[in-house]
């Protein structure tokens, strides 16, 4: 059953066709989606290394203006929108509005402070995804996405939400490596792990990450045992490596800005060794899944039953008789034979940490995941130094983190050419698209499936990510292009190939025309065609004011889909498109629909919604 809705659901999202596609509009968007390949993000990265300890002038002015920004209220609206667009899904209208009314340190300080929604967990449970019959949730990983689809398009705390996916790109664990029991709830805690930790600390969060079951699993913790000299085995390295090389240090030795330190050759200084990795690996042996409770519940209709859902929110236990007692030195840090295993825990962890490059390294991937590629070294230098302190003498706030990220002075100017800012990721557009437009689930349940294929779909879907590296590198540098000539990061377009961006505009043709479709319940299937109900769909509600005026329509969504940027070229090609077919106050609602659906896609397949600035 599972694999006939999945692929249902997917065809029919894929295949309709936008009736309002006539010639002209085609014409507009191909010529737009062509532009993406030569669009490009990203500075140009010459800047020079910059010591954040010696507080050199200019990073004096640049804190000053940070401070300037935080009092500042946004001048415009196309403003408020870049500055929301960084810091969230969407900027609608009453979102725009909202912000105006006060400077953008109150509007994040009334992000960091608002209470949270409800949890990924709590929605799976509403929903009846806990329930032991024979529907199997607990052998599926389905209800996960479903669950995440819903926590993202829909609901309160987007700005911790927004980061939350954000620290999801570097803290990777995939659905699409998963299989046990009540793996959708693991996730679903997991999701909630970050939403939890996304507005506290770094260390707690890293601690939180390490000993979850959802990574446990993913990274081969779960399980590992110690060392034993008679049949060979060795502690499992998975999760030391991937500790060090994705979530704290990284491969090389950095400058508190960002740039790798060299050696007397010019060359790059290696942060650890496989000797730091082999240690290091026997800090996490003894873990497994807390199964402490040892509850199994029968399912309904069955003669057999299915352990309780509780070790999946639960912090992996340790078995100390499966934890190495050996001495571990890593990174010229001896944690002693013998020490118990929480301890040993701590001084991993606290080490890292500790580690000088953790806050560039993070503050970088930050930087690329919010506002820009190739941020400069200075940039990364001052959100690192943040990082270090937020002011208060504490290292690793991430409050801290996110203001400095958002209010430095490169994150509020606009760029004037073609090397500042980011291609948006495909899953961000499409949470774009459904927050903007107002989209909501027929049932609240949301039932959209991964995103992920390349033939049909965008490429990409939360959590679902194909290796430990997430997406795509921090580093990627498209070939072949002016980037690579330059040597300019621009990690999305590792996703961007001429296929990846056909298929996009076709997927996201029938998105926005007619809503993400799920089997009708009530309509026997046959293999896997059959009936279909929209189950996601947008209201138009705000689009549905300016449908009689093209030109009123397409600045609309220039302001809320890509914060003014549409040029005056762009804009006029897209009126002239939609006034090749008039529509009055008259007009049938599927013309005024039609009218709107290609509006948001040729905006959606321009360069400059594309590349966000």
């Not at 998963?178 to 996730?187: D, G, I, L, N, V």
């Not at 899944?289 to 039953?305: A, E, L």
């Not at 490169?410 to 990721?425: C, I, N, S, W, Y």
Request: aromatic share 10%; glycine share 8%; with cysteine.
């Amino acid at each position: 059953m599972l694999a006939t809705e999945s692929k249902a659901n997917a065809a029919s999202a894929d295949a309709r066709p936008c009736a309002a596609a006539h010639t002209e509009i085609k014409t507009a968007v191909s010529l737009s989606g062509a532009a993406l390949l030569a669009a490009c993000g990203g500075g140009d990265g010459d800047s020079s290394s910059s010591d954040q300890a010696s507080q050199a002038p200019e990073s004096i002015t640049s804190q000053i203006m940070a401070d300037l920004a935080a009092d500042a209220v946004p001048a415009n609206s196309a403003e408020a929108a870049r500055f929301l667009q960084q810091a969230q899904f969407s900027s609608t209208n009453a979102e725009i509005n909202a912000l105006r009314l006060g400077t953008y340190g109150q509007w994040l300080t009334q992000q960091f402070d608002a209470p949270q929604g409800q949890t990924g967990w709590q929605w799976l449970e509403a929903r009846g995804y806990g329930k032991m019959d024979s529907h199997g949730y607990f052998g599926n990983t389905y209800p996960a996405d479903f669950m995440l689809w819903n926590q993202l398009l829909s609901g309160p705390d987007m700005m911790r939400k927004r980061m939350a996916l954000a620290l999801s790109e570097v803290f990777v664990v995939s659905l699409q490596a998963t299989q046990f029991s009540w793996a959708s709830h693991a996730f679903a805690h997991y999701w909630d792990t970050l939403v939890k930790y996304a507005f506290g600390n770094f260390r707690q969060l890293l601690q939180a990450v390490t000993l979850h079951p959802a990574m446990g699993y993913y990274l081969n913790t779960k399980g590992n045992q110690k060392e034993n000299p008679e049949t060979g085995r060795l502690p499992d390295e998975n999760y030391a490596r991937e500790v060090m090389q994705l979530f704290t240090i990284g491969l090389h030795k950095l400058n508190p800005d960002g740039t790798e330190k060299l050696d007397a050759s010019g060359k790059p200084i290696e942060t650890y060794t496989p000797s730091d990795v082999s240690n290091l690996a026997r800090v996490f042996t003894g873990y497994d899944f807390d199964r402490s409770d040892g509850v199994r519940i029968p399912v309904t209709g069955q003669s057999w039953s299915v352990e309780s859902r509780t070790f999946a929110r639960k912090p992996m236990l340790l078995d100390p008789a499966m934890h190495s007692n050996l001495a571990v030195t890593f990174l010229g840090v001896t944690i002693a034979a013998n020490t118990p295993g929480p301890d040993a825990l701590k001084k991993a962890l606290d080490t890292l940490f500790r580690h000088p490059n953790v806050g560039p390294f993070f503050a970088k991937q930050m930087i690329q995941r919010l506002v820009t590629s190739n941020p400069s070294p200075a940039y990364v230098g001052r959100v690192a130094a943040k990082f270090n302190n937020n002011g208060a003498g504490v290292r690793g706030d991430l409050r801290a983190v996110w203001s400095a990220v958002l209010l430095d002075v490169e994150a509020r100017t606009v760029p004037t050419d073609h090397k500042g800012g980011k291609l948006r990721e495909p899953m961000l557009r499409l949470i774009q698209w459904a927050r903007t437009c107002g989209a909501t689930s027929a049932a609240d349940s949301w039932k959209m499936f991964p995103t992920t294929s390349v033939d049909s779909q965008l490429g990409q879907s939360p959590l679902h990510a194909p290796s430990v590296f997430n997406f795509f590198r921090p580093g990627f540098i498209p070939p072949g292009t002016v980037m690579a000539t330059a040597r300019t990061p621009a990690p999305e377009f590792q996703l961007v190939n001429e296929i990846t961006v056909g298929v996009y505009l076709n997927y996201m043709q029938g998105v926005i025309r007619w809503g993400i479709y799920c089997p009708r319940p009530d309509v026997p299937q046959v293999g896997y065609e059959g009936p279909y109900l929209p189950d996601v769909t947008a209201s138009y509600a705000q689009e549905k004011r300016y449908v009689t005026d093209a030109a009123a329509l397409v600045n609309h969504l220039s302001l809320v889909l890509c914060a003014g940027q549409l040029s005056s070229a762009t804009k006029t090609l897209m009126i002239n498109a939609l006034n090749a077919r008039p529509v009055t106050a008259d007009s049938s609602p599927d013309d005024k629909l039609n009218r709107i659906g290609a509006a948001v896609l040729m905006v959606m397949a321009s360069a400059e919604y594309l590349i966000q600035k």
